[in-house]
């Protein structure tokens, strides 16, 4: 698929859509003409420009040059590599873009591929300054970026992605974060799910220690059955 041309069609269908449907029961104004073909080619071009400034990969894509330009960042920079992020995540997080990601988007999966963002974000997870805040949306890109796709499934595994998860875990569990733990099971078992799904991803030999790991993360849980009776309802549908 056609990464901008098809996110601008959604959008520019949708804008249409929205057009449509906000005129509602009114009448239309008999006096009003239609529009020849000058002035309606000017209106679609109008929104194809509204809909390119607005388009979410082309967003990502520019976020991503950013983010790869600030090669040693100095402490003038760290503001606006946090802003890039938060935009970053924002961006990933959002549940069609994620949907994209994991089955459509090949272009934007390559270019992911070529970066060290998933790396970036696994640090996220384990960084014990970073807020809730911020690793839950780190978790939910992580999730969207490693699924469907064998090349970052396998990065994810050598960047040692399980152990990060764990790590992750295992602190907000101490820590008693239950928003935290939730979503790091949920983040694990949608993993594993979607790995095992996969048509070769489903062959790879690190998908074993993923599910041990996901053991792991039972027996924690059995420990505070009653507060995480729905994680743990979650995580044993993966097992």
């Not at 963002?117 to 992580?142: C, E, G, V």
């Not at 101490?174 to 983040?187: G, K, M, P, Q, Y």
């Not at 998908?207 to 995580?235: F, P, Q, S, W």
């Amino acid at each position: 698929m056609s990464t901008n041309i098809n996110s601008g069609d959604s959008s520019l269908k949708d804008l249409l859509a929205l057009s449509t449907s906000a005129q509602g029961s009114h009448k239309t104004d008999e006096s009003i003409k239609p529009m020849n073909q000058e002035d309606r080619q000017w209106l679609m071009e109008a929104m194809q420009s509204l809909v390119k400034e607005s388009d979410p990969i082309r967003q990502m894509k520019e976020i991503i040059q950013e983010l790869n330009e600030i090669e040693n960042p100095s402490t003038s920079d760290v503001e606006k590599v946090e802003i890039l992020y938060e935009k970053l995540t924002n961006l990933v997080c959002d549940i069609d873009l994620a949907l994209d990601f994991s089955q459509d988007n090949v272009e934007v999966q390559h270019r992911l591929f070529e970066t060290d963002l998933l790396d970036r974000f696994l640090n996220i997870i384990q960084d014990s300054s970073n807020s809730t805040k911020t690793k839950l949306k780190a978790l939910s890109a992580i999730s969207a970026i490693v699924r469907g796709h064998h090349g970052i499934s396998k990065r994810f595994f050598e960047l040692h992605g399980i152990e990060a998860l764990l790590e992750c875990f295992t602190n907000a569990f101490d820590s008693e974060d239950a928003t935290l733990v939730n979503r790091c099971v949920i983040i694990t078992a949608n993993i594993v799910i979607a790995l095992r799904s996969h048509p070769t991803c489903k062959e790879m030999p690190e998908l074993e220690n993923l599910t041990t790991c996901l053991m792991g993360m039972h027996i924690k849980l059995k420990l505070k059955a009653d507060k995480y009776h729905e994680a743990l309802d979650y995580l044993e549908s993966a097992l």
